[in-house]
């Protein structure tokens, strides 16, 4: 499979994902967090999930930058989950 096809089916893939699993969990955690609640470890893990799989995909949106302005806004979702979230930790 050519690297742009495969590029393709893997973004296909990770798009899938994120609507399907990874966007709505993570509007959960904000909801979450934005009322005050502190994350459990299965939230953690999550976040860490998500964190490890970016790193892996940096290379694909080096090569697809019209990824940039999605990976951009979806950093700031989960900065901001997690910054709202030590938020709380501080205050408990």
Do not use: C, W
């Not at 893997?10 to 966007?23: E, G, K, P, Y």
């Not at 964190?51 to 901001?80: C, I, K, W």
């Amino acid at each position: 499979m050519q690297g742009s096809q495969k590029d393709a089916g893997t973004i296909q893939a990770l798009l899938q994902r994120l609507n399907t699993q990874r966007l709505p969990r993570a509007l959960a955690l904000q909801d979450k967090v934005n009322r005050g609640e502190r994350l459990d470890d299965g939230d953690v893990d999550f976040l860490k999930r998500v964190f490890e799989d970016a790193e892996s995909a940096r290379g694909l949106v080096g090569r697809h930058p019209e990824l940039a302005n999605l990976v951009t806004r979806l950093v700031s979702l989960y900065s901001d989950i997690t910054q709202k979230a030590l938020e709380n930790e501080q205050k408990a």
